[in-house]
């Protein structure tokens, strides 16, 4: 391998910089060139790359975001997208590829891989956690630590006021966000994709939590059936009127700001083993880090959500026991 192209895909997460860093230092250790793509596959589509070096990825551990910018590429989804793609890296001379982002990321990545003869290796950076093959994502405790902080904010506030509050996290296909923040915030009840409760599950949890406790936290995922916080909200004030319901919908400042220390050794050990896993020969696979190993798994597998068995009910019970 002589040139090896970095690149940042789909929603940003804390820890994409570390990343971007270990990728580019271990390159040049290994005394391969790297190229960074700007704005994931539209960059290789579009030919927007710049030449990495050690100095380029200075000062980035500790800064959210990502300097390569990323996108949700339309075109990369055609036949024609995908064959530019490949045109270009070919005639800049990069003969492999690194590709850090979630289940879209690597859905591309996979399809590719079907199609050209190409080296590509994964490394997982979404705040969601939602993927097989690594224990933990990058950016997920950074995003988790946010949320833990915001809701930490709002007790307090809930708890002068006697009031119950609803908050959102993100998580469009997955709860595990809410699931750790949950337990983290010592929230009353959680609402996830995966677990399938309604509104007056909620309210029997309610009743029964403890009831010295002047507020309540309800942490809803955005995928939740029920139709998001307000939607909840409005349901469980109607029945629930003794007492004042809040909504607070956290939003993107859960994908923003300076990743943990856990996320920067996270993104820097498996941008390594990125780098050294495609010198090894490994392609079509996402490094991950699992018990402490670090592992690779092919697309289609990592791709796969994690959902019943991990967001299982040994978990769900976690917050029943803890709030009772
Ligand atoms: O996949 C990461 C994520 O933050 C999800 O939790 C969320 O549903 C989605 O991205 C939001 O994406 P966008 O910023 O494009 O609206």
């Known amino acids: 391998i002589k040139n ?29 060139e790297v190229t960074g793509v700007v704005r994931g596959y539209e960059g290789l589509i579009n030919k927007d790359f710049i030449a990495m070096d050690r100095k380029s990825v200075a000062n980035i551990i500790q800064r959210g975001g990502t300097i390569l910018k990323t996108a949700r590429s339309e075109a990369f989804r055609t036949v024609e997208g995908r064959k530019k793609a490949y045109d270009n890296m070919k005639e800049e ?16 990545a996979n399809v590719f891989s079907s199609e050209f003869d190409f080296p590509i290796v ?14 933990f994502t990058i950016g997920y405790d950074s995003a988790l630590n946010t949320v833990v902080d915001a809701v930490d904010r709002i007790r307090d506030t809930a708890e002068s006021h006697d009031r119950l509050f609803i908050v959102e996290v993100m998580g469009r296909d997955s709860g595990l966000i809410a ?17 399938n409760m309604n509104t007056n599950d909620i309210l029997h949890k309610l009743e029964h939590s403890r009831k010295d406790k002047a507020s309540k936290i309800i942490i809803v995922a955005e995928g939740d059936d029920t139709g998001g916080a307000f939607k909840v909200g409005e349901i469980l004030q109607e029945k629930y009127p003794h007492y004042d319901t809040k909504v607070s919908i956290l939003g993107h ?9 856990m996320d920067r050794v996270l993104a820097s050990r498996l941008g390594v083993a990125a780098v050294e896993g495609l010198i090894k020969g490994e392609r079509g696979a996402m490094a991950g880090l699992v018990n402490k190993e670090i592992i690779f798994t092919p697309f289609n597998h990592a791709i796969k959500h994690i959902n019943a068995e991990q967001v299982s009910s040994t978990w769900v019970k976690l917050i029943d026991i803890l709030s009772f």
């Open 93 to 108: 001379g990069i003969d492999a590829l690194v590709v850090i982002g979630g289940d879209g990321t690597f859905t591309g």
């Open 253 to 261: 400042i859960q994908r923003g700001g300076k990743p943990t220390c």
């Open 4 to 32: 090896i192209g970095v690149l940042t895909s789909g929603g940003d997460s804390p820890g994409m910089n570390a990343a971007i860093r270990a990728v580019v230092r271990a390159s040049i250790y290994y005394d391969i």
């Open 122 to 135: 994964g490394l997982p950076g979404t705040i969601d956690n939602d993927l097989a093959g690594t224990d």
């Open 179 to 195: 699931l750790r923040s949950g337990i983290g915030v010592g929230a009353e009840a959680i609402m996830i994709p995966e677990a």
